[in-house]
């Protein structure tokens, strides 16, 4: 079945870094656009970047130019590399194939607080 696995988050400091992992199983990686998404407390979940099976890239403007995502498809693997983090970034981080909104898995908790 499809199962995604979230790492990487922690609690940094603002300005600071994080680099998630997501490991994805279950369906052909290498040919599916895939995407992370973030929920912060008493929010909805909302997209924040996209990449699609060839590589190309979109953001959501909250976060361009600070988060970058990449994939390894020997992997089975997308990346979501943020720098210059705000508070205003503190949420659980899920990954998903692009535009489906069933099978998340547990996401990683990324805290920015001084």
């Known amino acids: 079945q499809v199962r995604f696995v979230e790492s990487g988050g922690g609690l940094v400091q603002p300005g600071g870094s994080l680099r998630l992992s997501c490991a994805a199983s279950?369906?052909?990686?290498?040919?599916?656009?895939m995407s992370w998404y973030r929920q912060a407390p008493r929010k909805q979940r909302e997209w924040v970047a996209f990449?699609?099976?060839?590589?190309?890239?979109n953001y959501a403007d909250s976060v361009k130019g600070r988060f970058t995502i990449s994939r390894d498809n020997a992997k089975n693997t997308v990346y979501l590399q943020m720098n210059s983090l705000k508070p205003e970034d503190t949420a659980v981080y899920y990954c998903?194939?692009?535009?489906?909104?069933?099978?998340w898995g547990q996401g990683t908790q990324v805290t920015v607080s001084s």
């Open positions: 998903n194939r692009a535009g489906i909104s069933i099978d």
């Open positions: 279950g369906f052909t990686f290498s040919s599916t656009p």
């Open positions: 990449i699609s099976s060839g590589g190309s890239t």
